[in-house]
Nanobody, 124 residues
C-alpha cells in the first residue's frame, strides 16, 4: 500500500505562485496514475488535474487550465502541482490521490489512495 504526503501549502497573495508536492512512501508510484483534487469550505471535492506515471499525459480542469501544471519526478517518487496566477477562489485543501491504473481519471472513485491534504489560502 502506498502512503501519500502532501506539502507546500500556505498563504499567498492573489497573483502569486505556489508549488505543492505529493510524495509517496511505502512503495513507489511506479505504474500509478496520480491526480490532484481540492475542497473549499462548504463545497464538494473537485478535480484539479491528473498525470500518468510516465508524465507523457496530463489533463486539467477548465478552472485551472493555463495556470496550473502537474509534473512528476520518478527518481524522487514525487508529483508536483505548480500553481501560478493564484486567485482567492483557489483557496482550498488540496489533496493528491493515486491508484495503480493504466488510464487517468477525473473521478474520485477511481483512486484508492489519498493524502491528508495541504491548505492553500489565497488572499485578495
Amino acid at each position: 500500500q502506498v502512503q501519500l504526503v502532501e506539502s507546500g501549502g500556505g498563504l499567498v497573495q492573489a497573483g502569486g505562485s505556489l508549488r505543492l508536492s505529493c510524495a509517496a512512501s511505502g512503495r513507489t508510484f511506479s505504474h500509478y496514475t496520480v491526480a490532484w483534487f481540492r475542497q473549499a469550505p462548504g463545497k464538494e471535492r473537485e478535480f484539479v488535474g491528473t498525470i500518468n506515471w510516465s508524465g507523457s499525459y496530463t489533463y486539467y480542469a477548465d478552472s485551472v487550465k493555463g495556470r496550473f501544471t502537474i509534473s512528476n519526478d520518478n527518481t524522487k517518487d514525487t508529483v508536483y502541482l505548480q500553481m501560478n496566477s493564484l486567485k482567492p477562489e483557489d483557496t482550498a485543501v488540496y489533496s493528491c490521490a493515486a491508484d495503480r491504473r493504466t488510464t487517468t481519471s477525473t473521478k474520485i472513485s477511481a483512486y484508492n489512495y489519498w493524502g491528508q491534504g495541504t491548505q492553500v489560502t489565497v488572499s485578495s
